[in-house]
């Protein structure tokens, strides 16, 4: 098994105070990766534990939807306003939609940021 990344162990470490469960985060999180389709490892990885709230019970569903398609993941995790934004889709947006689907990606990164930066703030 390969060593999971520094962000990752720190969110795990972080997260979950049971070595126990910690174990079992790692393990379930390490089933994603091992198929060559299955990239940007570290990433996905993240957005699964963001999107598991702390909850061991949604791993197994968030790795599998991971393994069938990454990037529905990290849409959900990285990207969740713009991907309710169904009119964003659209390829001929005015000038004012463009403008709104910019301020819809701002929110998302910043909401993204602000859980990197409190995940990492928690002791370990």
Avoid: F, N
Wanted: aromatic share 6%; net charge negative.
């Amino acid at each position: 098994m390969p060593t999971p990344d520094e962000r990752v162990l720190t969110i795990v470490r972080g997260t979950w105070a049971s070595p126990g469960d910690q174990q079992q985060v790692l393990d379930r999180l390490a089933l994603y990766g091992v198929e060559p389709h299955e990239r940007e490892v570290p990433r996905v990885q993240l957005a699964i534990l963001k999107l598991s709230e702390g909850r061991l019970d949604r791993l197994a569903d968030l790795v599998s939807a991971a393994k069938r398609d990454y990037r529905d993941v990290l849409m959900w995790a990285e990207y969740p306003e713009e991907g309710q934004a169904l009119w964003a889709l659209r390829p001929d947006l005015t000038p004012e939609e463009r403008a709104r689907l910019e301020e819809l990606r701002r929110r998302d990164r910043a909401q993204l940021q602000a859980w990197l930066e409190q995940v990492k703030g928690r002791p370990c």
